[in-house]
T-cell receptor, first 111, second 113 residues
Framework: NAGVTQTPKFRILKIGQSMTLQCTQDMNHNYMYWYRQDPGMGLKLIYY???????DKGEVPNGYNVSRSTTEDFPLRLELAAPSQTSVYFC??????????FGPGTRLTVL | GENVEQHPSTLSVQEGDSAVIKCTYSDSASNYFPWYKQELGKRPQLIIDIRSNVGEKKDQRIAVTLNKTAKHFSLHITETQPEDSAVYFCAAPRGANDYKLSFGAGTTVTVRA
């Protein structure tokens, strides 16, 4: 039972490149979330999903896209990387409407 | 949407002393208040939570109190130990029965040996 896994752990991108951050869970949770955490700051919600086929924007969705074709996977796509997207990205899942369990994070640097 | 404010932003305590972190929220309909601990370079982990039908909850050396009238809740750590050094985040739902959380900006706690 791996819980919530994220890949890659670290990545350096050049401005304008694209990439997908992977998030997979084996807990059969319906709710999944993507957050970004900037240095010394709290967590900002990028996108979320309440089940396969359903996604919606959070507080800071610009520059990102998501999909949820299965219960297990919730990838986050950056199409045109910008320095402002340098951050640590956390995926989280929830069994019900409150508790959230976080993945180990992906540290992204855009140069 | 919910606005969560957290104070202080940094807290330094002597080992064995208590630490208290306070959060205020804006939406009176909020009904779930978790606290997360994040060690350096690690993921946030839930350490304790409280629902709006109780005023206090305790788990060993940590406790959370809730004042719904004043719309604030606090984390109390007693007999602090070096392993309590971390960043602590409070959170609240964006409204009643809302599964999206708003997080405070975090409190960096340092326990001095």
């Amino acid at each position: 039972n791996a819980g919530v896994t994220q890949t890659p752990k670290f990545r350096i991108l050049k401005i304008g490149q694209s990439m997908t951050l992977q998030c997979t869970q084996d807990m059969n949770h319906n709710y999944m979330y993507w957050y970004r955490q900037d240095p010394g700051m709290g967590l900002k919600l990028i996108y979320y999903s309440v089940g396969a086929g359903i996604t919606d924007k959070g507080e800071v969705p610009n520059g990102y896209n998501v999909s949820r074709s299965t219960t297990e996977d919730f990838p986050l796509r950056l199409e045109l990387a910008a320095p402002s997207q340098t951050s640590v990205y956390f995926c989280a899942t929830g069994r019900d409407s409150n508790e959230q369990f976080f993945g180990p994070g992906t540290r992204l640097t855009v140069l | 949407g919910e606005n969560v404010e957290q104070h202080p932003s940094t807290l330094s305590v002597q080992e064995g002393d208590s630490a208290v972190i306070k959060c205020t929220y804006s939406d009176s309909a909020s009904n779930y208040f978790p606290w997360y601990k994040q060690e350096l370079g690690k993921r946030p982990q839930l350490i304790i939570d409280i629902r709006s039908n109780v005023g206090e909850k305790k788990d060993q050396r940590i406790a959370v109190t809730l004042n719904k009238t004043a719309k604030h809740f606090s984390l109390h750590i007693t007999e602090t130990q070096p392993e309590d050094s971390a960043v602590y985040f409070c959170a609240a739902p964006r409204g009643a029965n809302d599964y999206k959380l708003s997080f405070g900006a975090g409190t960096t706690v340092t326990v001095r040996a």
